[in-house]
Nanobody
């Protein structure tokens, strides 16, 4: 399994970016997916998650209302649309593949890094003020 994240870059505060994560492997459509980020000197933190079908999504409080996660199972790709970007959104963004379907688990649990088994290489997002 490989995850290839792309779409990062430098943007002014208030701007938008769309991240993409292309996954290899036949099990993509049956697992939940997540986006995490790691800012300078900070721990990796959960940003957004999406169920295998796309019918359930979950966001951290810091991005709720500004970011939207989505997926296209036909293309084995998950997206993160980021609007109204702030300087504090500056980080390396990572996509990650969930360990299973997520049935019976709360998003509170699925937001933890140990619930993901494959990680992309990361894409840098820099928001200037």
């Amino acid at each position: 399994v490989q995850l290839q994240a792309s779409g990062g870059g430098l943007v002014l505060a208030g701007g938008s970016l769309r991240l993409s994560c292309a996954a290899s492997g036949r099990t993509f459509s049956s697992v939940y997916m997540g986006w995490f980020r790691q800012g300078p000197g900070k721990e990796r933190e959960f940003v957004a998650g999406i169920s295998w079908s796309g019918g359930s999504t979950y966001y951290s409080d810091s991005v709720k209302g500004r970011f939207t996660i989505s997926r296209d199972n036909a293309k084995n790709t998950v997206y993160l649309q980021m609007n109204s970007l702030k300087p504090e959104d500056t980080a390396v963004y990572y996509c990650a593949r969930g360990k299973g379907t997520g049935y019976g688990s709360s998003w509170y649990r699925l937001a933890k890094t140990d619930q993901y088994d494959y990680w992309g290489q990361g894409t840098q997002v820099t928001v200037s003020s």
